[in-house]
């Protein structure tokens, strides 16, 4: 699936297996839907490019005088990037293309490096942000910060040669902010969540799980109701955010709800192994990573209508759909009604249409990187 808007398009100047990247991105490694997009990204093009690298923050504990927490959840972390040490990175990365992934600190720094290093310049546009602000702040932040956020993506929008979009709806918002062109990506996976045979799935709907950031917009709500509704179901989440004490307190009041924390990459594919469904009910999703991850593991993912991950018609297979004013519970329900079998059949469609996906957006963005890269002088 490509969607690229009506602009001539660079002659592709550097052999993809030439091809060296630079990403800069605000978000750790890992840690949220954006910060594992490229750590599985870059994982896949190490292998068929010669250098792939991001420059990002690190978990550090020590000082940093430039460190301030995310507006709307203290538990992420905005960093200011260090000059010295993105120079000595770029000077061994030698790039032909850098890519701005997040508006923050190191993604702005991302269009003055590509003019400073000579090479081509491009941006991804994974989460409306601005969408956000009615869940986290009130009239006068929120338009503050939704204006910081707006001349931030602006900035990045205009400079670059092409904007990267996860879904099509996003298509009107980025050209509004100045892209020349956009094209709409596909979501990679991680080489253990796809090259590792998954467990069968259990016989009976016994466990479904949650994992993922635990805010507002996520619907954790949703989860502890429907963990409340069905006490013969075991309910399991895994996350970090700052709806961490509601969750925690779901936990000590529900016997058949279990919060495991913030998990790593092999926590959480041994998480989704051992449940029969994944659930995400959030208000606004662009993408939904998780629930792709989930169909490479062979397990159904019932995800909000809204969602972006639906806009994909090759993956609709495998998912099934929480309806527009459908509560979670009853979407549960619905589930448990269906024939026996039904979501074995849905489990086989969500592993097959997820490795497909995840072939077929690494060769998307190969061809992106070579028709964006632009040889050093």
């Given at each position: 699936?490509?969607?690229?808007?009506?602009?001539?398009?660079?002659?592709?100047?550097?052999?993809?297996?030439?091809?060296?990247?630079?990403?800069?991105?605000?978000?750790?490694?890992?840690?949220?839907?954006?910060?594992?997009?490229?750590?599985?990204?870059?994982?896949?093009?190490?292998?068929?490019?010669?250098?792939?690298?991001?420059?990002?923050?690190?978990?550090?504990?020590?000082?940093?005088?430039?460190?301030?927490?995310?507006?709307?959840?203290?538990?992420?972390?905005?960093?200011?990037?260090?000059?010295?040490?993105?120079?000595?990175?770029?000077?061994?990365?030698?790039?032909?293309?850098?890519?701005?992934?997040?508006?923050?600190?190191?993604?702005?720094?991302?269009?003055?490096?590509?003019?400073?290093?000579?090479?081509?310049?491009?941006?991804?546009?994974?989460?409306?942000?601005?969408?956000?602000?009615?869940?986290?702040?009130?009239?006068?932040?929120?338009?503050?910060?939704?204006?910081?956020?707006?001349?931030?993506?602006?900035?990045?929008?205009?400079?670059?040669?092409?904007?990267?979009?996860?879904?099509?709806?996003?298509?009107d918002t980025v050209m509004k902010l100045g892209a020349q062109q956009y094209?709409?990506?596909?979501?990679?996976?991680?080489?253990?969540?796809?090259?590792?045979?998954?467990?069968?799935?259990?016989?009976?709907?016994?466990?479904?799980?949650?994992?993922?950031?635990?805010?507002?917009?996520?619907?954790?709500?949703?989860?502890?109701?429907?963990?409340?509704?069905?006490?013969?179901?075991?309910?399991?989440?895994?996350?970090?955010?700052?709806?961490?004490?509601?969750?925690?307190?779901?936990?000590?009041?529900?016997?058949?709800?279990?919060?495991?924390?913030?998990?790593?990459?092999?926590?959480?594919?041994?998480?989704?192994?051992?449940?029969?469904?994944?659930?995400?009910?959030?208000?606004?999703?662009?993408?939904?990573?998780?629930?792709?991850?989930?169909?490479?593991?062979?397990?159904?993912?019932?995800?909000?209508?809204?969602?972006?991950?639906?806009?994909?018609?090759?993956?609709?297979?495998?998912?099934?759909?929480?309806?527009?004013?459908?509560?979670?519970?009853?979407?549960?329900?619905?589930?448990?009604?269906?024939?026996?079998?039904?979501?074995?059949?849905?489990?086989?469609?969500?592993?097959?249409?997820?490795?497909?996906?995840?072939?077929?957006?690494?060769?998307?963005?190969?061809?992106?990187?070579?028709?964006?890269?632009?040889?050093?002088?």
């Amino acid at each position: 699936m490509n969607d690229i808007a009506t602009l001539a398009q660079p002659e592709p100047s550097i052999a993809t297996h030439r091809l060296r990247v630079a990403f800069f991105s605000d978000s750790l490694a890992e840690r949220n839907g954006t910060g594992a997009y490229y750590h599985d990204l870059i994982e896949q093009l190490r292998s068929r490019i010669d250098c792939a690298d991001i420059l990002q923050p690190r978990l550090s504990s020590g000082f940093h005088p430039f460190r301030f927490p995310l507006p709307g959840d203290a538990t992420q972390q905005l960093m200011a990037p260090n000059p010295m040490e993105i120079r000595r990175a770029l000077s061994r990365i030698r790039p032909h293309v850098i890519v701005s992934v997040t508006p923050g600190p190191y993604g702005l720094l991302g269009p003055w490096m590509a003019r400073r290093n000579q090479c081509g310049f491009i941006s991804a546009y994974h989460t409306h942000f601005e969408g956000l602000a009615d869940l986290y702040w009130r009239p006068f932040k929120r338009h503050l910060i939704s204006g910081c956020l707006s001349s931030a993506n602006r900035f990045l929008c205009q400079r670059s040669s092409t904007v990267l979009i996860n879904n099509r709806s996003l298509s009107d918002t980025v050209m509004k902010l100045g892209a020349q062109q956009y094209d709409v990506m596909g979501t990679p996976l991680a080489r253990s969540f796809a090259d590792t045979p998954p467990a069968p799935l259990p016989d009976s709907l016994q466990q479904i799980c949650f994992a993922g950031r635990l805010a507002a917009e996520k619907n954790i709500d949703a989860i502890l109701d429907a963990a409340r509704q069905w006490p013969s179901i075991r309910f399991v989440i895994g996350g970090d955010g700052p709806l961490k004490a509601r969750v925690e307190a779901g936990a000590a009041e529900l016997p058949n709800l279990d919060y495991r924390g913030w998990l790593d990459r092999d926590s959480l594919r041994a998480l989704i192994d051992e449940s029969s469904l994944l659930v995400l009910p959030s208000h606004q999703e662009t993408f939904g990573s998780i629930a792709l991850e989930a169909m490479a593991r062979g397990r159904p993912a019932l995800v909000s209508e809204n969602a972006g991950i639906h806009d994909w018609t090759q993956l609709a297979a495998g998912l099934y759909k929480i309806r527009n004013q459908e509560s979670l519970s009853d979407a549960i329900a619905r589930l448990q009604s269906d024939p026996p079998g039904s979501m074995a059949t849905v489990a086989a469609h969500a592993r097959n249409a997820a490795l497909q996906l995840n072939d077929h957006t690494l060769e998307q963005w190969l061809s992106v990187l070579t028709e964006q890269a632009r040889n050093r002088s």
